[in-house]
């Protein structure tokens, strides 16, 4: 997936979930932050962040904070976008020629089953799934780990993704990490067991968990390799 009109900036702070304080070209401006979760390990004063601008003059803000710089000692920065919208349009991409379903398959987006709206359903002959797509923007010394914060939502897709699978469909969990540079994916236990015990209970039932890292730029965002995925 491609951005337009991408310039960089720095991060000063972060009032509320939804907007952000940056210096553009020297300039403060108020942005809107792509992604409602905490994100503090990554929105840190000074930090070098990516924005996109719009043309829509209705807006209120002129910017999007769409990705960011991760320093780390003694390394190049993490480049991580953090754009929540990302993955979707980037998994859309990758699963038209990624060749899971065959070439024949028909994806269809948002698509109600049972209580939930799943982000995929997809049908190639006699193969029907329903996959729901989760993005990953924490990492700590080449894990990538998530959620970053309790999602009892997640737990909720688990689970009807089980009934999905005892009611005759396949059933995927693709986790789009947004960076690259990482080894291994696992649940974040200490932020939130319960979608650590529920992950591992729909792995065992026969949910695909799948992992994929992404080659992130400033104006893009790539589905790239499989990760390994870890349930514990």
């Not at 991408?6 to 940056?22: D, Q």
């Not at 990624?98 to 698509?111: D, H, T």
């Not at 700590?140 to 005759?168: N, Q």
């Amino acid at each position: 997936m491609q951005y337009q009109n991408v310039c960089k900036a720095t991060f000063i702070s972060r009032p509320n979930r939804f907007i952000a304080k940056v210096l553009v070209n020297g300039q403060e401006e108020t942005v809107h932050v792509k992604n409602t979760g905490r994100c503090r390990e990554l929105l840190i004063p000074d930090c070098t962040v990516y924005l996109a601008g719009s043309d829509n003059p209705q807006r209120k803000t002129k910017y999007d904070l769409i990705a960011v710089d991760k320093e780390r000692q003694g390394r190049e920065p993490l480049q991580i976008n953090m754009d929540s919208q990302a993955p979707n349009e980037a998994a859309a991409e990758w699963l038209a020629q990624s060749g899971l379903f065959g070439e024949q398959a028909v994806i269809r987006r948002e698509v109600r089953y049972g209580d939930s709206r799943f982000d995929f359903f997809v049908e190639s002959g006699e193969r029907k799934a329903f996959l729901e797509v989760k993005g990953v923007t924490l990492e700590s010394d080449g894990i990538a780990m998530f959620p970053d914060a309790p999602t009892e939502r997640g737990i909720k897709h688990l689970h009807e993704l089980c009934k999905a699978m005892d009611d005759g469909y396949e059933a995927y969990l693709l986790l789009v990490i947004q960076m690259k540079d990482v080894r291994l994916f696992r649940p974040n236990t200490a932020t939130h067991p319960a979608f650590a015990e529920a992950l591992q209970m729909a792995a065992a039932r026969g949910v695909h968990i799948l992992a994929m890292d992404c080659v992130v730029t400033p104006d893009s965002m790539v589905i790239d390799s499989a990760v390994e995925v870890s349930l514990r």
